[in-house]
């Protein structure tokens, strides 16, 4: 376990790091250096090939309730936006990391909270977990690409309740809408997270990027072209050393080398 910044907690378990947000008085709530911290961390996955699942997660009653209003609720024009562009970045980084990730969304998931944790593949929250994105309350708009990430999720429409309305949802909302992958008990949430993260991990690293990336490219792309990419990538993998091994293990009928860490 390390302490590399007093809010943010990074341990290993086996091939996958879990980043847990410890600010309970402020509920999960960014601060400008946590923004940092947890941005210098997220780069670092990029070249750490023994992690092979990323888990975000917070404490207590917060995730992450948004950002710390009092910080930068006195700051100019220029201040506010240059966190807002520093958090793009760390948001845009976590959601382009080869590792399949998951958001273990244990309390409050407000603003960028909420942001952060559609920037991972896989939501997991559990039943005292609240999303929203209440901007408009304050006269604001989300500025972290939650509204863009979640209308290509779910559609325009809802969305655009969400963010006019500022509304708060709660867990059985999120799963009907497929938010959240799956809805469990607060105290069942970290061993779900972890089992989870850990199936990912035993997944060919190269078949599991080349899967995040051209899901997420596809969404941008018309159909043919993303069809054609598909099948690019897919001619790619077939000569690495993971699918002959994939395929050869499939035609003895023994678990492959690859499903073990």
Known sequence: MTDVHPN??????????????????????????????LGNEIAALR???AV????????GKGFVAGADIGEYGTSSRAEFEAYQRRSRVVFDALSALPQPTVAAVNGYAFGGGFEIALCCDVILC???????LPEIKLG?????GGPQRLARQVGPRWTKELVLTGRTVY?????ARGVVAKVVAADHLPAAA?????????LPAEAARAAKQRI????????????????????RLFDTPDAREGIDAFIQKRPPAFGRL
Do not use: N
């Open 8 to 37: 943010l907690i990074v341990r290993d378990e086996g091939a996958v790091r879990i980043l847990r947000i410890e600010r309970e008085d402020k509920l999960g709530a960014f601060s400008g250096s946590l923004i940092a911290a």
């Open 216 to 235: 997420d490219e596809g969404a941008e792309q018309d159909l043919e072209t993303a069809l054609a990419e598909d099948q690019s990538a897919l001619g």
């Open 126 to 132: 559990a039943e005292t977990a609240r999303f929203g």
């Open 194 to 202: 972890l089992e989870l993260a850990t199936t990912l991990a035993l």
């Open 140 to 144: 604001l708009i989300p500025g972290g």
């Open 52 to 59: 092979r699942a990323v888990i975000l997660t917070g404490t």
């Open 171 to 175: 867990p059985d909302e999120a799963l």
């Open 47 to 49: 070249d750490a090939p």
